[in-house]
């Protein structure tokens, strides 16, 4: 009985983790597929003419899908070696945020078209599709991301001052009467001009108003260029960090292209390029 | 008669798709205007006064333009060694598309207007031009743009996935009163946010509205710096790459300028610079 | 009698400049969340139907913070060395100018709202928290941002003259009647534009000043590429030169990891980093 | 007499051309004022207030400033040894159309709005200062943008043929009733969008016309990436060039910092970098 347990666990794990063996990916690809099929359901049954057609339809495929993912969810915990290190990880807790607005919509009314938080999920595909590539390119992202998130919070901190400065100028400046009614909508109207969104929803409306605006937006416009560069720096220096990683064990000549098999000077064979780190 | 079929077929190749030749360049030019005249007969017949008055006028060179513009993409797949390969180039399927919208109209009025996609043809004028320096431009452009194209693919994925989250979410916290009809509306307006062009035809009114539509503006503002650290470091790392790939053959100093002909370290003649792949 | 009062001092100093002992770290630990409750109840006493109900709790508030904030810059002048030095260094002038509006504002009403000035105080946290990471992140984005001022400067100029010339070609094209009132007004439209804001509070009606907006928007959004250029390529520069400027004392090899601490050819000890200059 | 005159004309070419000594910098100073009072001159009376109250005194002003400078353009031509080449040069040309909308709005009232095309002759503000560093940081701006005209002049093409498609595109999709009246019209739109600024004066009504909208918005938001990363690149390379062209004349030894004066690693002595030039 212990060894059945313990085999049909194992099964299930290869199906589920797994994604070398015909029945994981198999089960990968109609993940996803369910996935997409059920954000496109929630999203349809938003449009008030489609739900007074097929509201009842796709309240049924909702709930399919949440009884589906919840079933799937229950699985991962329990084939899992470590459930509480699945349950902790990114996609562990979007599994379970991915169903719980259906069961919250129970007691609150609408809470379900917050499942289209499932749309995270689709993430998983480059897992799913083994697309190397993809993947390594997503990694490389995320990684210049994380090396970046130091500079571009201290900018974004810089950044948020800034806004909070340029809200309240205008609330004196401009004030209740010409729709800057308090400090908090001020911000939200310093926000929406710094990032050049510019809704026109509030405008200054007096020539003091209108400079101090147009400083404002000539900031938001000048400082763009803050993060752009930090990242762009981040990723040049990568290039560059991944070409001269390599030495050529011969001649020690450095600087070889990323799919070099030989030193371009010598001859001498190249070690292989490290394998993306990273699951 | 077969040899005389021979040579006419390969009279108008030698016009058609010969640049170098003067009969060549001058059916080029003239294809280029007619381009440029087509398109603007059909931005101008869109125009209510223009069409009340030169309407016949404009219908008839629509479709002058679309019989000659037929006749061209004949007699290319005629004269084309491999039709089929040209019918499916880039080019081949522009020529193509070019011509159908006319005929379209007979049967869906309006269709005509989509005419203007002739414009696209117009691309053609960097190789009949020879402007080198341009095509070679605009190839490293191309090049520079292929080889990102995963990056920005997996970057443009994370960013629909983050839009849809946005959009429903707004749907939730905002809900019809506000504008926000549906979820597929909600995602129209998140993406008006995220790209920062914020028309302001739909604008959160609540102030939890607000504060979540300051998030989504932040993101956009924020995350443009990816695509654009993506392609600035490949092209830096372009740039590089160039300097370094020419050697000197006999010191082994790399970093030559683009022009130069001798090794700026010893005076040995350098190899010249491979000449810009593609047509 | 002297020599209690300097011992007095001189724990004051330590309990304000000082950041490695516990009542230095605690105090300024107190400043920081002092300063952000007091941005905060200026904030929400701007919002009408909290003013109506706590109005009078948050104005006690808002002077029991100021007089802290008095006192303790008065401290800040007595305990410095040169008083004068910290009085006109950044961080003097926003500690001065953030106590000023609330006396503003018995003379001039609404003046307090300036209060959120103080945000600026809380920049101090880098300091405060003895991020030394941070610290550093802050100090290399602003000697950035130094290295490049004389060339931002110089766009900006070039970009104030092109707002202008299109401000007042709006002025003639479009004219009072659609909305362009003035040049100042017309000026204060092409910085909307130019910055790809667009409230769409003024906006061309005539073909001909779509014409003159539509080049402006165009150069607007070609133009962007100048100051992230700028700051990319001083970006790219410093991680460079850093990488470059320690050098191996035996083999003199350069370009070594800022966390290497051994020559990665000859494995000769490498001198260590120089330490972040500033405070 | 001879004598006389060509002392004369000398003297004028030292004050109007020169910048070394006392008198020709007095000159671009007191010029430099002149043009700076001229163009806030025309900006006030375009205010009604301003010019109701004060409109004889700045109709004076116009004039005056518009025979002064009319005045210093003949003087330069007549001093000038080649008057053909300084009328041809870009400061020539603005100099001559400064004074021309004066004239013009005898005829043509409304015209001297335009008079704020002065403010282009401020850029010689550079030169004038003697500001070395600044009008050397402009020189390398601007040459950075001219080396990247032709890679900029294939974006910007590319870019106008897909607004030319969206336009047409959305002028079929939505149709005169929802705004887009015609194709010039639905152009000015796709380019309202796609550059961003998002006036909202038009904006999308049908579901499929918001499909097509949110595809120009992600567009506009994806391809500013391409002339930044040109710029950038480009910036990148000049820098990296500038460290490079230095060589030690005793060691060979490349990238030095521009300010170095000795080799980095043996101690001779370096050349002095180039000048900067131009004018």
């Not at 919509?105 to 590539?133: E, H, M, W």
């Amino acid at each position: 009985m212990n060894t059945r347990y313990a085999s049909l666990r194992d099964r299930w794990r290869h199906i589920i983790f797994g994604t070398d063996t015909r029945a994981g990916r198999r089960f990968d690809q109609l993940l996803i597929l369910a996935i997409i099929a059920s954000v496109v359901a929630v999203t349809l049954d938003s449009v008030q003419s489609i739900h007074q057609r097929h509201g009842t339809l796709l309240y049924a495929a909702e709930w399919a899908f949440t009884v589906l993912f919840t079933l799937e969810y229950m699985i991962r915990l329990w084939v899992s070696d470590r459930p509480l290190r699945y349950a902790r990880s990114f996609y562990g807790v979007v599994d379970l945020v991915s169903v719980i607005p259906t069961y919250l919509s129970l007691l609150l009314p609408g809470a379900n078209y917050l499942l289209t938080i499932r749309a995270l999920r689709v993430l998983r595909v480059f897992r799913v599709l083994k697309l190397a590539q993809l993947m390594d390119e997503a990694n490389q992202l995320g990684s210049t991301l994380v090396r970046t998130r130091r500079k571009i919070g201290v900018f974004m901190f810089a950044v948020v001052v800034v806004i909070i400065i340029f809200g309240s100028l205008m609330y004196v400046v401009e004030g209740p009467a010409n729709g800057f009614t308090s400090i908090p909508r001020s911000i939200y109207w310093a926000i929406v001009t710094i990032t050049t969104v510019g809704y026109g929803d509030i405008s200054p409306q007096t020539p003091f108003g209108q400079a101090v605006a147009s400083l404002a937006m000539i900031t938001g416009y000048a400082i763009i260029a803050v993060p752009t560069g930090i990242v762009s720096a981040e990723m040049s220096r990568a290039h560059m960090v991944k070409r001269y990683e390599r030495e050529c064990p011969n001649c020690h000549r450095h600087d070889h292209d990323p799919d070099a098999r030989f030193c371009k000077q010598c001859g001498t064979g190249l070690p292989r390029p490290e394998a993306p780190q990273g699951s």
